[in-house]
Structures are given as structure tokens and as C-alpha cells.
């Protein structure tokens, strides 16, 4: 398995990154499964921040 961070960004109340994991077959490296996901924070400017 391997991960890779594919973008970073900001808006006032949020940081977030974009990651890409993809899972390999280790006798022949053929990709078998990749997942695509969205991790946001928030940062304490935001008014749902407690």
C-alpha cells in the first residue's frame, strides 16, 4: 500500500488536502484498489469551532 498527497489548500475557516492511496499487488505491483479522499480541519476563526 502507498499514500500519496496530491493537493493542500485553505479557506478562511477550513484547511483541507486532498490524499490518493492505492493498493498493489506485491507479487506484480497491478494497482487492485485505490481510494481518492478529502480531509478538512477547522480552524478556530470558524464560528462551529468549540
Do not use: C, H, N
Amino acid at each position: 500500500m502507498r499514500g500519496e498527497v496530491l493537493a493542500v489548500g485553505e479557506t478562511p475557516r477550513t484547511e483541507y488536502l486532498w490524499y490518493e492511496s492505492i493498493l498493489s499487488d506485491p507479487s506484480g505491483g497491478e494497482g487492485l484498489a485505490r481510494m481518492l479522499m478529502m480531509l478538512r480541519f477547522m480552524k478556530d476563526s470558524s464560528p462551529a469551532w468549540q
